[in-house]
C-alpha cells in the first residue's frame, strides 16, 4: 500500500530563505508525481507535475526533482516570499488515483 | 478552455439528510476522481468514474456513492449524513483512456460540506 509523507510538517522562515521540502514515498512503481500548493480553506493549484520518465522540471522560483529508486521527491523554493505562504502537498500517481502527502504547512513572513 | 467546474462552492445540511454534489469535467475528459479532505486528515481517494462506470473506491462507507452521465459530469451522493462528514470536496478530471502515464488529473476547486 502506497503511503506518502512529508517532511517537515511545518516551517516558518524569514523572507529571501531558500527552502527545500521533502516527499517520501514507499511505493516505487508511480507514474507521475505532483506537488500541488493548497491556501487555508481553498482547493489545490497545481504547481509542478513530473512524469515518469522525467528527474526535474522547474517553473520561476519553484524547481522539482523525482527519485524513484530511492522514493523521494524535492520541492526548493528560492528566495522565498510572504505570498508563498501555504500549505505544499505532494501526491503521487498510482495506476488509478493520487496518494497525497501529509503536507507541510509554510509560514514566510517579512 | 473551461476548467473543472463543482457546485455548489458551500452546502450546509444537518446530520441523517442527504448532500448532492455535482462536477463537471474538462471538455474531453471521460474521468472523474473525488477526493475528501475532512479537517485534520489529508486528502483521501474516494471514487473514480471512467465512461459512465465505477472503476474503484477508497475506504469510504457505502452511503457515500455516485455516478457518471453520458456527457462524463458525475455526482457524488452522500447519505445519512453524520458530522464527520463536513469537509472540502475536491473533484478532478483526466483523460485516463488506459493511459496511467498520461493520466494527469485537473481539480476543481471544491465543495465545502457542513454537517450540522
Known amino acids: 500500500k502506497q503511503e506518502v509523507t512529508q517532511i517537515p510538517a511545518a516551517l516558518s522562515v524569514p523572507e529571501g530563505e531558500n527552502l527545500v521540502l521533502n516527499c517520501s514515498f514507499t511505493d516505487s512503481a508511480i507514474y507521475n508525481l505532483q506537488w500541488f500548493r493548497q491556501d487555508p480553506g481553498k482547493g489545490l493549484t497545481s504547481l509542478l507535475l513530473i512524469q515518469s520518465s522525467q528527474r526535474e522540471q522547474t517553473s520561476g522560483r519553484l524547481n522539482a526533482s523525482l527519485d524513484k529508486s530511492s522514493g523521494r521527491s524535492t520541492l526548493y523554493i528560492a528566495a522565498s516570499q510572504p505570498g508563498d505562504s501555504a500549505t505544499y502537498l505532494c501526491?503521487?500517481?498510482?495506476?488509478?488515483?493520487?496518494?497525497f502527502g501529509t503536507g507541510t504547512r509554510l509560514q514566510v513572513f517579512p | 478552455e473551461a476548467g473543472v467546474t463543482q457546485s455548489p462552492t458551500h452546502l450546509i445540511k444537518t446530520r441523517g439528510q442527504q448532500a448532492t454534489l455535482r462536477c463537471s469535467p474538462i471538455s474531453g475528459h471521460t474521468s472523474v476522481y473525488w477526493y475528501q479532505q475532512a479537517l485534520g486528515l489529508g486528502l483521501q481517494f474516494l471514487l473514480w468514474y471512467d465512461e459512465g462506470e465505477e472503476r474503484n473506491r477508497g475506504n469510504f462507507p457505502p452511503r457515500f456513492s455516485g455516478r457518471q452521465f453520458p456527457n462524463y459530469s458525475s455526482e457524488l451522493n452522500v447519505n445519512a449524513l453524520e458530522l464527520e462528514d463536513s469537509a472540502l470536496y475536491l473533484c478532478?478530471?483526466?483523460?485516463?483512456?488506459?493511459?496511467?502515464?498520461?493520466?494527469?488529473?485537473?481539480f476543481g476547486a471544491g465543495t465545502r460540506l457542513s454537517v450540522l
Open positions: 478532478a478530471s483526466s483523460r485516463y483512456r488506459g493511459d496511467s502515464v498520461k493520466n494527469i488529473q485537473y
Open positions: 501526491a503521487a500517481y498510482n495506476t488509478d488515483k493520487l496518494i
